[in-house]
């Protein structure tokens, strides 16, 4: 009897069958159409809520029907890169964070579980590529 095999990565398993060997995006790179400014009052707040002093740079938003998705690279106290590509959103005036990375550095609601926005959707894999190419 062969023993079955769980693979939870997001990237594949090496030698499970069935499972794709790197993550995919069905996006081609950022549309610099859709990757906007974030208003200052919103970079503020995301930096007001962070944990350790941490401060955001580089912030892009791309909006998604109801929710805006903002993205940036968070430095720490000292100016080293500490997380690119954290990922909050808003929805109906409030700012969440929907990202490991947001997540774990701020005071921001959790969104997770409570939205239907995430990192992973296309408006927020869009943001992260607004920020990580620079757009």
């Known amino acids: 009897m062969a023993a079955a095999v769980l693979c939870l990565s997001l990237v594949g398993c090496a030698g499970v069958e069935g499972t794709p060997t790197a993550a995919t995006s069905t996006l081609s790179g950022p549309d610099p159409a859709r990757c906007e400014e974030v208003p200052q009052a919103e970079v503020a707040q995301i930096d007001s809520s962070f944990l350790d002093g941490q401060r955001l740079i580089g912030a892009r938003g791309v909006q998604d029907g109801a929710f805006f998705y903002i993205a940036g690279t968070v430095l720490t106290r000292d100016g080293t890169m500490d997380a690119p590509g954290a990922v909050w959103v808003v ?13 774990s550095r701020s005071y921001m ?14 408006a927020g894999l869009l943001v992260q590529d607004c920020v990580t190419v620079g757009r």
Do not use: K, W
């Not at 929805?91 to 997540?103: E, R």
């Open 91 to 103: 929805h109906q005036g409030s700012v969440y964070s929907i990202s490991d990375a947001a997540a």
């Open 109 to 122: 609601p959790d969104g997770r579980g409570i939205l239907a926005a995430n990192p992973y959707s296309e």
